[in-house]
C-alpha cells in the first residue's frame, strides 16, 4: 500500500505541475516548491539546531504560533524553520519574523523527503493539527528525530479507522507524542491500539486572546462606526454568504456592515457592489467623509480582520455554506455572538460555541432573518450570548503551557 501511496502523490505532484499552466495557486506551489532546495542551502546555518514546524495553511500556522513565539522566547539555541504546502499561508506568513527560515514543503515522495532532511536536518519536528505525510513521518522516525503533532482532532470518518485504512496508521505511530484537543480523540486513538496521547486542548484559544490583547487600534474602522448603529462583521465571506448576508442589510438602514470577503480580487469585490443598494466605501479608497457618509465598508486587504471584530457587535463567519467555516474564535474573543453557515460539524470549537449559547448555524436566508431579527431588536439578549461566546475562548485556553510541560527539548 506504500508503494500505492507513493505512486499517487507522484501522480498530484504530476497532476499540479500541468495545472500550473493554467491555476495561480498551483503554479505558487510548483515555483515554491522548486526554490526550497535553494533557500535552505542558503538559510540553513549548519552549526545551529533547528526545530521545524509544518503547517498546511494559514490556519494550522495560527494555530501553531504560540508554541514557535514561546519555544523561540524560551528555548533561544534553538532556530525555527517554518514550512507551509499552501501558498495561502506561505504568502502571507513569508516574511514572518518569528522563523529563521520559510519555505514550502516538498511533494511526500522518497526522493524529495530525504533531500529536504538532509538539507534542513532538524533536531525536532512539529507538525500542526493535520498533514500525516507517511513518507516524512517514516523517515523522521528512521532518522530519530523526535516528532510531535499538536492540537489534533481524530473522528472516526478518518482514514485512519476504515477496514481498509491500517497501513496509514502506520504514520500515527511515528510520533513521539499526539497532543489532542479532546478526550474523546484519546479515546478513539487508544482504542486502535495508539497510546501515545495527550490530552492538551486547542492552541488557537492561546493564539486569540493574544490577539485580542494586541489587537490594533484602526482609525478608520472606528470613524465608520460611530453612533448607535448596530454593526455586522462579515469576515472570510463567499459569494454563497454574501447572497444571505447583503440582501438582509440592504433592507435594514438601521444598522451597519464591515465585510472582510475571503478573496479580495477586483471582480469579487465588484461582485459585492453590484449586490449592494445602500452606500458602500472600499477602506483602500476611504477618507473620514467618506466613512461617516457610507453604511458599508469593505475592508479590501489582509490581515486586519482579528482587529477589526473588536468594532462589531455581531459577527458572521464565512465559509459555511462552502468548504466549511472559517476562523470562529477570532471574533467570539471579543464577546460578541458568532453566526455562520450550517457546514461546521467537523469544527468542534463551532459545535462547543452553539452548546454554550455564544454560537448560531443557519442554514438558509429565512434563519439569518430571523437571528439578526432577534439580536438587533433585543440587545440584551445579543449582550447575554456574546458574554458567553467569550467566557467560552478565554475558559479554554492553557493548551501551550500544557504541551510544553511534556515537550522533550
Known sequence: MRYLYTFALHMYALSVEIASFFNRKARMTRIGQWYTNGTLRKKI???AKYIWFHAASLGEFEQGRPMIEIIRKRYPE???????????????????????VICYLPFDTPYKVRKFLN????????????????????????????????????RPNQLFFKWYG????????????????????KKLLTGYGINNVEVCGDTRFDRVLEI?????????????????????????SWPEDEEIIIPYFNTHPEMKLIIAPHEIHREHLLYIQSLLNRPSIRLSESCEESLLTNDCLIIDSFGLLSSIYRYGDIAYIGGGFG????????AAVYGIPVIFGPKYHKFK?????????????????????????????DPVSRRKAGT???????????ATEKILSFFNT
Open 119 to 154: 538539507l534542513a536536518n532538524p533536531a525536532i519536528a512539529v507538525f500542526i493539527k493535520y498533514e500525516f505525510w507517511l513518507n516524512y513521518l517514516t523517515e523522521l522516525k528512521r532518522r530519530g528525530i523526535k516528532t510531535y503533532l499538536i492540537s489534533a482532532i481524530f
Open 349 to 377: 470549537e463551532a459545535k462547543n460555541l452553539i452548546a454554550c449559547g455564544g454560537g448560531f448555524s443557519v442554514d438558509n436566508a429565512n434563519a439569518f432573518t430571523n437571528r439578526m431579527d432577534h439580536f438587533i431588536s
Open 45 to 47: 546555518d549548519r552549526n
Open 212 to 236: 485580542q490583547q494586541n489587537a490594533r487600534l484602526l482609525p478608520e474602522v472606528e470613524t465608520f462606526v460611530r453612533g448607535d448603529s448596530p454593526i455586522l462583521i462579515i469576515g472570510s
Open 78 to 100: 534553538y532556530k525555527i524553520l517554518l514550512t507551509f504546502f499552501s501558498p495561502s499561508g506561505y504568502e502571507v506568513r513569508k516574511n514572518y519574523d518569528g522563523a529563521d
Open 166 to 185: 491500517k497501513w496509514y496508521r502506520k504514520a500515527l505511530e511515528c510520533f513521539e507524542i499526539l497532543f489532542v484537543q479532546d478526550e474523546d480523540s
Open 323 to 330: 468548504g466549511g467555516i472559517h476562523n470562529t474564535l477570532e
Open 388 to 398: 458567553a461566546a467569550g467566557d467560552f475562548v478565554h475558559q479554554n485556553t492553557g
